[in-house]
């Protein structure tokens, strides 16, 4: 009996550590997750997998990794893994839905949403993207039957009706396309894409003045969408506004730098207006894009010739003449530039040519940019080689709803902190200039690291590649075979506090605190474990405020350890960290006063002077904190700029 006992005892705790030690790993791999180190938190779901392969949730949430990483049929397999393991979960199904979407595989998409539906027939994101999925296999009554249901249960959301839309008009039915637009915009006025919409219904039926007045309203809520300044050019073009159109072109090459239709028409545009040398820039430009495109050769030819360079317009007149032996124009234009350069036989022959075949004597004479006729991109008939090109088909862009894509990226505001300086064995090259990072205590403890695991202090820890990421999981193998053979106390501290380090840098942020808790138990002034314990407990708070825990608690935690650290050791760094948690509780007052500290201490620490400035907008003081920002932006931080920009407008 006692023998039983005694094998209970031993037994029990291994599994109950087996099932923390997952549990744990699970936790870890999201953490690093939200902070978006994809391919680290792909490591811990592999040990998850590896060492539970039955649970569902290691399997779902590589999935996730994966996705992020744009490894769609990696992420759609881990999917299908995880919904054997547990097929009742809605958010596997969405999951792989959006990867099967991202494959182009719009039938099984549609099955996986289908599946989703079941179990949560109220989740409008479901209902939403199995229409758009419709919509791209053209099946256009199946998605209308969906946007009617949708348009019952969430009638005041415009995108549904936006959608309902584009359906109509891709069944020829403008009538109703408007209808639903107009609705739409009843509901929501601010909704730049459905403005673009409707302007798209008036250009094809060349409405240039409603048009232009559409696209005025979707630019004013999208200003940095090329495509639509380009609609706007050709609106205006149509109505003789060539100064409109010509700057609308410049806006969308600033935005678009290699948009092809730009080039192409500013190109043609400026050879109209006589401007003859920079319309060649744009067509060199577009033959730089599409090396084969006779249209823009033929045109540029022409430029080329009233440019005085017949012997370069020849050479383009050459290769449209090869693709187009009958292009009796482009054979008029090439004998006038033989004749030009006293190549008699050679100008005889094209127009010998030209004769035989009876052409009009007004060929060879360059017609002017044709008003109200334009010519698809894809359409390769010479003929109009002087009109403006427009895209093929006007495609909507579709905006499938999730949680994944958005999940990281929504926390992401226009205006977010620089995060805390931490310390790493992995340098991070910033864009910024610093003098070197330097504390006397990193310093003095350097000295006691071997190469390789030296300190350094960091204000954004390096994303570890796969290789670099397996190199860490062997370096903690390692430490922690050391420290368990090690029978010198001093020693194993310092092995333990370089673990700790380890841990922070593979996001183990728990394994970390519990070394650094362990090492400042013998050594309670260390400042650099402090710090560190400060920040590890910092992201955790973060991770897990992101789930809704309450971490008001561990919030006070890292205040008493920056306190004492900064008490130890008047760093600016540290300043500068404790006024970032003053921030997070949205204690404004003691957050600019501690980066006003660590601004005396290093007149140069940009991240200060950033946070700093939002500091003070947050707290209404909109002089300061513009000035704050601009000093960010002169030391290396040009997001800065940005916001100021906004702020005063």
Known sequence: MLRKLLLLVVFFPMVVLAQFNTDRLVMIGRSALYYEDYVLSIQYFNQAINTKPYLFEPWYYRAVAKYYLDDFEGAENDCSQAIQRNPYVVGVYELRGLCRIQQKNFDDAITDYNMALRYDPESM?????????????????????????????????????????????????????????????????????????????????????????????????????????????????????????????????????????????????????????????????????????????????????????????????????????????????????????GMKKEAEADEFRILKAQIDKRFGKQPRLSKRQMRKRSDEDIEKYNQLAVADEYEMQHDYQTDYRGRVQNRKVDMEYMPMYVLSTESYQSDIKHDVTYDSFVDTLNSQLPPGHKLHIVCKQTTLSETSTRRYFARLDSLTTQIERSRNTKEALMLTLRRAIAYSVIQNYEGAIEDLSTYLYDNPTSVVAYWQRAVCQSRINDFNASQGTDIQLKTANTLSDLTEAIRLDES????????????????????????????????????????????????????????????????????????????RK
């Not at 199995?130 to 969430?154: F, G, N």
């Not at 201490?601 to 200060?608: M, T």
């Not at 601009?630 to 940005?642: D, I, N, R």
Request: aromatic share 12%; hydrophobic share 40%.
């Open 572 to 647: 600016a760094y540290l300043y500068y960290n404790r006024a970032n948690v003053y921030v997070k509780r949205h204690d404004y007052a003691h957050a600019i006063e501690d980066y006003s500290k660590a601004i005396s201490l290093d007149v140069n620490l940009a991240e200060a002077y950033f946070n700093r400035g939002l500091a003070r907008l947050a707290n209404k003081q909109q002089t300061e904190g513009i000035n704050d920002l601009s000093k960010a932006g002169e030391l290396g931080l040009y997001t800065a700029y940005s916001i100021i920009k906004r702020q």
């Open 125 to 341: 994101n479901l209902w939403h993207n199995r229409a758009l999925c419709r919509i791209q296999q053209k099946d256009y009554e199946h998605a209308l039957a969906d946007l009617d249901t949708m348009s019952v249960r969430w009638s005041k959301n415009a995108r549904i009706y936006a959608m309902m839309a584009e359906v109509y008009l891709l069944q020829k039915d403008t009538i109703q396309s408007i209808a639903s637009l107009d609705k739409s915009i009843e509901l929501d006025s601010y909704n730049g894409y459905t403005w673009a919409q409707r302007s798209q219904i008036s250009l094809s039926r060349s409405e240039w003045k409603e048009s232009e007045d559409y696209l005025d309203k979707a630019i004013h809520l999208l200003p940095r969408q090329a495509g639509l300044y380009i609609n706007r050019a050709l609106a205006r073009f149509n109505q003789n506004n060539l100064r409109g159109a010509m700057s609308d072109y410049d806006m969308a090459l600033d935005f678009e730098p290699n948009n092809f239709l730009g080039h192409y028409n500013r190109g043609l545009l400026r050879a109209q207006v006589g401007d003859d040398n920079r319309a060649i820039v744009d067509f060199d430009f577009v033959l730089k894009l599409e090396p084969d495109n006779l249209m823009a050769l033929y045109n540029r030819a022409l430029l080329l010739e009233n440019t005085g360079n017949p012997r370069a317009a020849i050479r383009d007149y050459s290769k449209v003449i090869e693709q187009y032996p009958n292009f009796w124009t482009g054979l008029h234009q090439r004998a006038s530039c033989y004749r030009k350069l």
